[in-house]
């Protein structure tokens, strides 16, 4: 028999059968429930790991001591620290000629990798976020908020002008970094070199009486990773009294994601039990239309790959279905969320259990064809041993 | 000349472990040409033989000849190509592809036909329905038909690859006397045309068209004539 004809008689076959409704219908929920349990934990991993090791305010330490100026030299060489930078150096939130804020940070000068076009120098550039807010940060993140975040890249090359005790001083943007991986949640921080912070700092302090950079200042230490936190904080803490200037509790933070993991697991876990149980209680042969079938002469061999076509094509119509409402509400979703709120957590959707759910549909359907083929009780055909599936 | 014929056939059934001889030990000749009606009382084992003759159901012993062969020892393959070239089947309960239009439905036994290419098919098809009266009604799914249509339909797809023996399992069942008369004359008409026509049948008008009327009872034919 012909290819073509295999296919007709899968097609006819399929849409002969109301069972099949149920069983699409089944297996849309489940690749639905795996796809969005997945997609969920995958949001919610990305926006925990993100804030914990994005934001640079969790990777910093507060150093000080009460009796002796802090050796910096000696913080600097401990394992798995980025910077150390005086709190008098560390920010400064200025204003601009057109009334716009921007929080500025003092970075070593290859800190902050850059998107789009160059490092720091000590030149008198700074760089900024690729999302890009000029304001101070609002209470709440409402729509007004979104409307005046700009795409950071328009920026490059523009040149800002800080107005600071009556000074104006010219600063370039030479290039854009990625807010989620230095400043996570914050839209109005650009970072300049530590020399110009220092300057920067000196102009703000001119006129001020009684106030200067003191050399002898608590110090903060960047980490590179916030794991390591703690164990950098027990170290200097020998010598220093340390604290964190945001706390962040990462043992919470796993805790969370493992809880997350395991209800996802289990998710899964049910979604293939069920899957399984129905769709081999489900996928049964039509007892008379084989009856009339072997009786026109078809070998149990066509039957049989007929059979296996139909509920391939039943897995993949679901699944096509399934992937249309993804979609749909994937849209839905991110445009209801871009237009009301944004709390820096993205939607993502997980791809991998995409094809995970793609490939778990079919397994389970070829494997209950099998078992049902193989049931003889539900099957017409007695002969079937004669045959090779 | 011989079509098909039982040697000593028997077929049966444990019910809760109570042995039913379903078929109890008949031998008899069918013959081409020829009209036979099946005749007999709920559970005779009616069904059970015209299953066995037409390869669809296995025999416990005694043999089948179809056209002299000794068909009851064949392998599964052959038995196929016997049922799709040499035997047509027509059931009471049609059972016709739903989603499939009537062509479509006489098309089927052709599919697994090598001799026809698909225009053929559906040439053959459509000349076939034409045949039982339903040329206006090709490209109708079985739902838009009546009863008697659709059992026409199914008698067109029994007759889809020529097959030289009819068997049909109560093909009137569902039928009122004008559709049952109109599809009695359609096989009488093929006996004529020298094929073997086995019909089972409650309905005692069958004897007016058929040459021979075989009575069952448990499993055995009492009387023939
Ligand atoms: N699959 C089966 N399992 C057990 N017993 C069966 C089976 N098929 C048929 N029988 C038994 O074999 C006997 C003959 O059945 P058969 O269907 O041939 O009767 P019939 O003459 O066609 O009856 P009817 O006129 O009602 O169609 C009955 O007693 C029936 O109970
Ligand atoms: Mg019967």
């Known amino acids: 028999m012909r290819g073509k004809s295999y296919l007709f008689l899968a097609f006819k076959s399929f849409f002969h059968k109301k069972i099949n409704i149920i069983n699409a219908f089944l297996l849309i929920i489940c690749t639905l429930l795996i796809i969005f349990s997945c997609s969920f934990f995958k949001t919610f991993y990305t926006f925990l790991s993100n804030s914990s090791t994005g934001n640079l305010s969790y990777r910093t330490l507060r150093v000080s001591s009460d009796y002796s100026v802090i050796d910096k030299k000696w913080l600097e060489e401990i394992d798995g620290v980025s910077y150390v930078i005086s709190e008098d150096e560390y920010r400064l939130t200025v204003k601009t000629n057109n009334d716009e804020y921007i929080n500025l940070y003092g970075v070593p000068n290859d800190f902050i990798k850059v998107n789009k076009g160059e490092l720091l120098t000590d030149d008198e550039v700074i760089i900024c976020p690729e999302t890009f807010y000029l304001g101070l940060e609002p209470e709440n993140y409402n729509k007004e908020f979104v409307s005046k975040l700009h795409d950071g890249s328009n920026y490059l090359g523009e040149i800002f002008t800080f107005i600071i005790n009556e000074h104006e001083l010219d600063y370039t943007v030479v290039g854009i970094f990625d807010n989620d991986k230095y400043t996570y949640g914050e839209y109005n921080t650009c970072f300049t070199s530590i020399t110009n912070m220092h300057k920067l700092i000196e102009t703000e302090l001119e006129n001020c009486e009684g106030c200067y950079i003191s050399e002898d200042s608590n110090v903060y230490v960047i980490v590179d990773h916030v794991n390591d936190k703690d164990e950098i904080a027990k170290k200097i803490g020998s010598k220093y009294s340390v604290d964190e200037i945001i706390q962040i509790n990462t043992p919470t933070i796993t805790f969370i994601l493992s809880t997350f993991l395991a209800v996802t697991a289990i998710i899964l876990i049910f979604v293939f039990i069920i899957l399984f149980i129905l769709t081999k209680k489900f996928m049964t042969y039509n007892k008379e239309s084989n009856l009339i079938y072997k009786a026109m002469g078809y070998s149990n061999k066509v039957l049989v790959r007929v059979n296996y076509l139909e509920n391939l094509i039943l897995v993949v119509f679901s699944f096509i279905i399934s992937m249309i409402i993804v979609i749909i509400i994937y849209f839905i979703l991110l445009n209801k969320y871009n237009a009301d709120i944004k709390t820096g957590i993205n939607i993502y959707i997980s791809y991998l259990s995409i094809f995970g759910s793609f490939t778990a549909c079919l397994l389970i359907s070829l494997l209950s064809t099998r078992f049902a083929l193989k049931d003889k009780k539900k099957s017409i055909i007695e002969e079937l041993d004669d045959c090779e599936i | ?225």
């Open chain 2, 1 to 225: 000349m011989e079509a098909i014929s039982v040697d000593k056939l028997c077929r049966d059934y444990y019910l809760k472990n109570e042995l039913i001889h379903a078929i109890n030990n008949i031998s008899y000749t069918f013959e081409y040409g020829k009209f036979y009606a099946i005749m007999g009382h709920s559970g005779s084992g009616k069904s059970t033989l015209i299953q066995c003759m037409g390869l669809l159901d296995k025999v416990d012993s005694g043999k089948i000849y179809i056209d002299g062969e000794n068909v009851s020892s064949l392998k599964e393959h052959s038995k196929n190509e016997i049922r799709n070239k040499k035997i047509g089947f027509i059931f009471q309960d049609y059972y016709l592809n739903n989603t499939m239009k009537a062509y479509e439905n006489v098309m089927l036994p052709m599919l697994i036909n090598d001799k026809y290419n698909k225009t053929d098919m559906k040439k053959r098809a459509k000349e076939l329905l034409k045949l039982v009266g339903l040329e206006d009604r090709v490209n109708h799914y079985p739902k838009e038909l009546s009863g008697g249509e659709q059992q026409r339909v199914a008698i067109a797809r029994a007759l889809a690859n020529s097959p030289s023996i009819i068997l049909a399992d109560e093909p009137t069942g569902n039928l009122d006397e004008f559709t049952e008369k109109y599809v009695l004359e359609k096989l009488r008409k093929l006996a004529d045309e020298g094929n073997c026509v086995i019909v089972v049948s409650h309905n005692p008008v069958i004897v007016e068209y058929a040459d021979y009327v075989l009575k069952m009872k448990s499993g055995r034919f009492i009387y023939e004539g």
